[in-house]
């Protein structure tokens, strides 16, 4: 990863991610990797004492301790050392009324995904975040990886020629279960209509799934459709989504996203095929793409080793055979984030790799993607997803 010589840390505030709480302490991590920021404020819980808590364990100052973060925004507006950006870490409803108070303070955002729980709210998000021009980036982490960056490079420069045929497949195991029947924190609100709007699983992993591979392809994806699957009895919503897709230009694929798949810890898995060649990704082997002209021996690339672009140089720390993973592509979001939200500090053009990076519009398009399957799943036919 390249220096930044801009001096000052980006004073960052957290929403969510309290003790106990899962993704919070990987952004945290994640922002603390290249040094760019200093955690300086947080709502983190909706809980007001584990919030308190939370915030001296993190060494907030008491007066940054917030119980609430629309109180958190103003405060933070008014303050000269205010922060400059927010992490919001929260079960999926709470994304938009949290991104509206810090958009409205002119603060900039780093969402995590999905951006919102229905597309009105995911597009009027995109019209706030423009009109105030702030920073919107949404946490669709696999974009940070070096070889999905190498993949990227590799489609884009016309290696394996025209793309046939995406296949992309996004399988957990840990709902096989009613696991929210058991209070479990984590799976009682991703299987709660209200708190995670039309999709479940479609929404948790079907979006991650959707934003690799139209980050790899750079393709447009123009209609789907799709099986929407409740295997669990008792269970509210969609536990497994399979669905096929018709992409602008001809490229046809299908996307399975399962989270009551037994043996899957975190399977997700990308495949693409053009009229020249193939590539294929495993995010559980992330280091490694391999890829396959036609008519010649397969080769598997190494993040860091021979043969990998300036693109996957650019956010690789450790040398080839010593394993990067998850905590260092959510770090490599950071880091682009950082030149984006310094970039508009100093009124200046980012670097154009940075502006690659999921942003609002991406996830305005991912919340689209998950409409459109749950109506395909309802209507059994195909629905354009002017994508
Ligand atoms: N990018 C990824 O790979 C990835 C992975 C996991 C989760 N996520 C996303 O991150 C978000 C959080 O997921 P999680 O698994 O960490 O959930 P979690 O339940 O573990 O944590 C949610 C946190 O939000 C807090 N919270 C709830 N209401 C709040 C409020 N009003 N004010 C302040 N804090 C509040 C909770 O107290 C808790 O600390 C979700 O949107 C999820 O989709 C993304």
Redesign the pocket.
Known sequence: VTENADASRIRLGM??????????V?HRIAARLDDHYELVAG?????AE??AL?GRQLRLAPDRIY???TQMAAEEKSRPDGIQAVT?????N??YP?ACAFIEAGIHVI????LACSLEEAVDLGRRAKEAGVVFVV????TGYPMVREAREIVASGRIGTIRSVQIEYAQDWLTELLEASGH??A???EDPAQ?GPGACA??IGT?AFNLMTYVTGLRLNSVMAEVSTFVPGRKMDDEINVLLNFDGGARGSLWASQVAPGNENGLRLRVYGSLGGIEWDGEKPNHLRLAEYGKPPVELTRGGFGISGAANRVTRMPAGLPEG?LEC?ANVYFDTAELIRAKLRRRDPDPAAVLLPQVTEGIEAVRFVDAVIESGKSRAWVTTNI
């Open positions: 929403v969510g991610g309290g003790a106990g709480a899962f993704i919070g990987v709502a983190l819980s909706s809980d584990r919030a939370s119980s609430d973060f919001i870490a929260t079960p999926n709470l994304h949290v969402c995590d995904k999905p946490t669709y982490n696999n924190k984590q009682l609100w991703r995670v929404g948790d991650h998850y959510f």
